[in-house]
C-alpha cells in the first residue's frame, strides 16, 4: 500500500518542531507520534529508523524554506546593484525567522551530522544546492561579487540567524544594519 504523502510531511513538520523543541536527544517515533497526534507507531511505519527520520527531516526542512519563486523573480527582474543583494539577504532573513524553529531546527539538524555520515551526505547536499541557487541567483542577475563572496554572505548570515535565534551576544544592532553592512563590505569590494 502506498504512504500517503500528506501524512508523511505531516509527521516530517512534527518532527521538525520536536527537533527544534527538544535538540537531537529529544526525537523519538513517539515523541514525532505524540507531536503529531496521531497513534503511537506510525512515526516508524514511515520513518523505519531514526536515521531514516533524520534523513526525512533534513529534505523537509529544505522544502519548507524553499523561496517563493514569484518574490525571486521580481527581485532577480530588478537592476543589478547592492541594493539587489542588500534584499535578497534581507528575504532570506525574513524566510528564516518568520519559522523560527525550523531554523533552529535546521542548526540541529547541521551538528547531528556531524555524528551521523548518512545524514551529513543527505544534509550536505542540501546544503550545497541551496548555496549553488543563491550562486546561480546572483550571476544572473548581474550582481557583483561572485562564488567566494555568495560564499562569505553564507557564513556571514549563518552567524546572524545564529545570534536571532538562539542565545544572542545582544549587541543591540538592527539586523537590516547588520545585513547592509554584510553587503557594502563583503560585496561592494568585490
Known sequence: MAKNVERRAALADAGLRVLA?????????????????????TASNYFRSRDAMLG???ERIIERFA???RRLAELGAREPSLELVTDYLRYIVERTTAQPELTRALIELR???VRQPELARILGDTLRRGYHDDVAFHVAAGLPGGAFEVALLHYAMDGLLLDLLTTSIDAGFDPDQVVSAFVSRLVARA
Not at 535538540?23 to 496521531?38: F, K, S
Open 56 to 58: 526525512a527531516l533534513g
Open 111 to 113: 551538528l547531528e551530522a
Open 67 to 69: 523561496p517563493d519563486e
Open 21 to 41: 523543541a527538544t535538540g537531537a536527544r529529544g526525537l523519538t517515533h513517539r515523541a514525532v507520534d505524540a507531536e503529531a497526534g496521531v497513534p503511537v507507531g
